[in-house]
């Protein structure tokens, strides 16, 4: 453990390296650059090669280069007269690196970019403290990595995928066996796991990506390790033939990859390549450590693959995590840990650690102690047998074995599976009728106790192909996503048209209550299948292991107990009265917040008249006037059409508009093409969590394959990613979404873009999915001036709320709030660093359920 003056001196090179990143992103903006140029500063320093040179003529043959700006530059008087004005005088910062380092080619090449600093004096500052401070040699590192930390941060998505939460590492350090010594990273992004494992005698990593690739060789420069350590610019289709005591991964998520070994010559996922590989590439009592998204856990593509793994017994530990706690995606993961020394007669070790995590901010962050806690605590830990896991279908889905440890029932209960109360009806594929009344998914049952519909209850329609026909009473269950129990008397007078993805059941046990059979439908826990969209197999349906009370007396008894209670619950949740008395204040303030919603286009059209006022005193010297004022209006036309869209729903009784099927990746899409940062004062960028969007079984755009594939940098997928424009759903009036973006955008034109003396202004927009929620998320952040003390999700959305200085009635967030409510969405305000983000979450469209 550090001293205290250990740790003061670590904080105090944190609060620089701050500064330094600070700074250069003011000439290195959305690149790794300024990361590699702080690594060749603190490699010098930690090898003694650091310094600065007040003569920058000097002929001295050990001063390889100069990182110096003022030297390359000041030939010319009126830059050095600049220079002096900022007080620096012949000064450089100098490097004397022998020419036999292997790290000096790479210091060499990033030297020069210091050329382009525009701060020296911050510069030379930072390189002076550094010679300074009597730093140990493991503070450089953590320095080094703080840095890292701060650029994830910055960057999110396009820089998270290569530098994996420290947490993350951290666990799978603390459960690689001391005895692993060889040790083999694919996909090593920025070598992670090369720096925290502490015992190694050789370390071999592969990383595709160039850029990624110095950043891990400065990280291993910096450790204590590095003459351990050989990392490899490549590709992992040049698989190693040797064996290692252990490999750790973190891959990327669901890419297709032609191995050369590939079983069947077929292209292989980016997940599943190490474990495909575990047994012919570790010695003889070799690990295996890596993340995974769930869907490998329960897909039915590696159904093959889990039981073979799990059948020689080298299945150890199955780890799930909180969803969201990686930078770049929300989904939730897995860490697979695979020993040889594990045998089939061994438990596997499950735990569910979802739950464990702390929040900074609305950042999740792994608990690792609470999660290798969990492991040896059997209330918090599973056993699992091969044969358990063998009648689940090889399923490695945690929930469903902890489910069964854990759903307890008064002994007198009796267990039944569902195959001993059912059977199948009379279903016709074939029949004479045109229309009727159809079933669709998203028509069943979201309650267990609104599960009776009559056919009557389902809509009329007239496409009844791949529908089949039934014409007596039959519990009806989704098999996607959710079971929806529902019960429907249908008959030959009143047949119903079952679509696709719903199964038919009809009750073949007298002694069973049709109510509690759908509440305990509800309650119990399937096991799902398919890789992206959780689906449930007919088979897997008929399996459920359901519990009664003995008397059926007994079972509809508890389930009018159950109904009341839920009732009760939703009441109070629901606070009528709160409702009743909002819906007056609401009544009140439909015409003060019609006037608001009004607000953005009324300035937009101000902004243009302005520019084009502008642009008319100086016609004469403009070539291309006729162009600029012609965009000019169309920009005008389409302000004053919404603005007219506005009036005529205005007049309208509803507040809001008829949902429709609403692409909000088109809309988002649009908004940052059609954004004018001369008419709004700030840049807007869009951006989409596309793992998040497969892994759900959502359209992904097709450039995120591409650049994954290819692991190039992220301005490359900023250029591409308008190659297409994908289905993204939700049910909502497309004026009510634009409406709630423009207050939200509104808002921070007003309450955060209030310097006109900056010129940075930015709005970035991230869509993801919440999973836990069947939700869309959407970010909005800003850099403007942060959120007044005290502003929060409650106080957003009320009126009369100000916000600090240039706050308003509140309005806006109360049009947000409202919108989002309606649609029975959820929403949040928060910081997130020096970022202000309002978080809008509505719900994915049904239609995905079809």
Known sequence: MKNQMVENKVNGVKEMVWRYMSATRSFQPNTNVSLKMLGALLYLAKTKNLCQASNIDSNDSSILFYMDLSYADTFSSSIRASWEEKGIYNMGICSKLPNDDKLAEIISLYAKDFRKFNAPAELFAFAEKLIGMDLVSEDYLEAYNFAIQQHSTAFGKHFGEFSQPKEMTRLVAALISPSCNTIFNPFAGCLSYATEIAHYTHFDAIEISQDIWELGVFRAALSDRNDFISMTLGDVSNWPSKKYDAIVSTPPLRVRMNMPDSISNRAEL????????????????????????????????????????????????????????????????????????????????????????????????????????????????????????????????????????????????????????????????????????????????????????????????????????????????????????????????????????????????????????????????????????????????????????????????????????????????????????????????????????????????????????????????????????????????????????????????????????????????????????????????????????????????KSWSIIHSHRIDWLSYLKEKDADIVPLIVDIAPLDFERMVRNIIENARTHGFTNPKRDDYFIGVYLTVNAERDMFQIDFSNNGTPLPKGMDKSRYGLLGEKAGITGGTGRGGYVVKSIVEHYHGDYDIFMDGERTVVRILLPISKQYGE
């Open 270 to 701: 980016s997940d599943t390549v190490v474990l495909r590989r575990f047994e012919s590439s570790t010695s003889e009592n070799g690990e295996l450590f890596t993340y995974v998204p769930l869907s490998v856990l329960v897909s039915y593509s590696e159904k093959d693959l889990r039981h073979e793994l799990t059948s020689k017994g080298f299945v150890d530990t199955i780890i799930i995590l909180p969803a969201g706690i990686m930078s770049y995606t929300s989904i939730s993961m897995a860490l697979v840990v695979l020993r040889k020394a594990h045998t089939v007669d061994m438990p596997i070790r499950m735990v569910n650690a979802g739950s464990l995590f702390t929040e900074i901010g609305k950042r999740r962050v792994l608990d690792v102690e609470a999660v290798l806690s969990a492991l040896d605590d059997p209330s918090k830990s599973l056993k699992v047998s091969v044969s358990e896991i063998e009648s689940n279908q090889w399923s490695w889905n945690v929930n469903a074995y902890r489910e069964s440890a854990e759903r307890q029932h008064p002994e007198e209960y009796v267990q039944k599976k569902l195959e001993t109360i059912v059977e199948n009806p009379v279903l016709e594929r074939h029949f004479d009728d045109s229309k009727g009344n159809v079933v669709k998914i998203s028509d069943l049952s979201d309650s267990p106790y609104d599960y009776l519909k009559s056919p009557s209850d389902f809509p009329v329609g007239d496409d009844l192909k791949n529908t089949v026909k039934c014409s007596e009473p039959v519990l009806l269950l989704s098999m996607v996503r959710a079971l929806k129990p529902t019960f429907c008397d249908a008959s030959k007078e009143k047949p119903i048209f079952v679509s696709r993805n719903i199964a038919a059941f009809r009750l073949s046990d007298p002694g069973i209550d049709t109510g509690y059979l759908c509440c305990e439908l509800s309650d119990a826990h399937l096991i799902p299948a398919g890789a992206f969209i959780p689906n449930f197999t007919r088979s897997s349906i008929l399996h459920m292991n359901l519990y009664f009370p003995p008397t059926i007396e007994e079972q509809k008894k508890l389930f009018q107990v159950r109904k009341k209670e839920a009732k009760l619950s939703q009441a109070k949740e629901l606070g009528l009265q709160e409702v009743i008395d909002s819906m007056k204040a609401e009544y009140i303030n439909i015409i003060r917040t019609r006037k608001h919603d009004m607000r953005p286009y009324v300035r937009e059209l101000g902004s243009v008249e302005r520019i084009m006022r502008h642009y008319v005193s100086q016609k004469e010297a403009m070539e291309d006037f006729t162009e600029k004022m012609t965009s000019l209006l169309d920009k005008y036309h389409i302000a004053l059409k919404k603005l007219s869209e506005l009036i005529d729903i205005f007049s309208e009784e509803e507040k809001f508009g008829k949902p429709v099927a609403f692409n909000v990746d088109k809309f988002l899409y649009d908004l940052e093409i059609n954004n004018d940062e001369e008419v709004s004062g700030y840049t807007l960028e869009y951006d989409c969590d596309d793992n998040a969007l497969q892994e759900y079984g959502l359209p992904v755009h």
